[in-house]
């Protein structure tokens, strides 16, 4: 018997990342798996999205587990569609037992500004309480919410220099703060329905999203064109451990525990995966 046999889970941006591995982890312990993403571009995000073909590698992966997985093309700024993709999944898996509201994306320095900034709040804050609000109608006792914060959004930002210089990354932080209140508050109301919401925080994590020009710019911005060998002795200013970034398995491993019945108990909490990158900025009474 595996850690959540015979669970379904219902994963958004499962296509690669952090969705994929989270979607893959969970069905190599016996979950069945929903999985959406959008498989297209932004046009204010400066990498490439994953596409169809990297979704049906997802459904490859949890195949070859032993799993059953629906997996629908879908946008998360979309209720409709949440609800219709999670409608589909539930007639024919049979139920809905964890959601991970996964999908992000980080339009740092995207333009037009503004619309950077839109489509940060759109799809990490709006994008991911769709994901979860679609899903509670269909939550089974003993269900386990998790949703994909940052360690972002635990730091303390401070004075800002030049306010509106980067507003997609502002709502990228923004986002995942307003996200991990509400994901505290949700918890609260799932109690008494023996279910329970949490939220992970990961540190940098080695994703497209890390790998990519605009987080290369972020860490170097005395560079035009900072490299990932320009860039990547910065991320370790992220950790108190000496290591640049986590692996998408790092994560992995903590969305599959809160989503197990090991967890059975754990609700409410803001769970920090980031190799000690939360001691650099706090003392222990925070």
């Not at 190599?28 to 932004?42: H, K, M, N, Q, T």
């Not at 070859?64 to 629908?72: D, K, M, S, T, Y």
């Not at 309480?129 to 269909?138: C, E, G, K, T, V």
Request: contains cysteine; hydrophobic residues 40%; glycine residues 8%.
């Amino acid at each position: 018997m595996g850690r959540v046999e015979g669970k379904v889970a219902f994963v958004t941006g499962a296509a690669r990342g952090q969705g994929r591995s989270h979607a893959v982890r969970l069905a190599e312990e016996g979950a069945d798996i929903i999985a959406v993403d959008l498989c297209r571009d932004y046009e204010t995000v400066n990498y490439p999205m994953a596409g169809p073909d990297d979704l049906k590698e997802t459904v490859r992966l949890v195949e070859e587990q032993g799993r059953r997985i629906v997996a629908l093309q879908a946008d998360v700024r979309r209720i409709d569609e949440m609800r219709d993709a999670v409608e589909r999944g539930v007639a024919e898996l049979g139920g809905l037992d964890v959601v991970v509201a996964q999908a992000g994306i980080a339009p740092l320095h995207g333009e037009p500004r503004l619309q950077a900034w839109c489509d940060a709040i759109d799809v990490d804050l709006i994008g991911t309480i769709n994901a979860i609000q679609a899903s509670l109608p269909h939550l089974r006792e003993g269900a386990s919410v998790i949703a994909t914060g940052s360690t972002a959004a635990l730091m303390d930002h401070g004075i800002v220099e030049t306010p509106g210089a980067n507003p997609g990354g502002a709502g990228y932080a923004f986002a995942k703060r307003a996200l991990s209140e509400y994901v505290h508050e949700l918890a609260r109301n799932l109690a008494p329905l023996k279910q329970r919401a949490n939220v992970v925080h990961p540190t940098n994590c080695n994703t497209q999203m890390l790998q990519s020009p605009p987080m290369y710019k972020s860490f170097r911005p005395d560079l035009e064109n900072p490299t990932r060998e320009d860039a990547e002795p910065g991320f370790a200013v992220q950790q108190a451990m000496p290591i640049p970034y986590v692996e998408p398995i790092d994560i992995s491993n903590a969305v599959l525990f809160l989503a197990s019945d090991e967890a059975r108990y754990v609700s409410g909490v803001q769970l920090r995966v980031d190799a000690g990158g939360y001691l650099k900025w706090y003392d222990w009474r925070r």
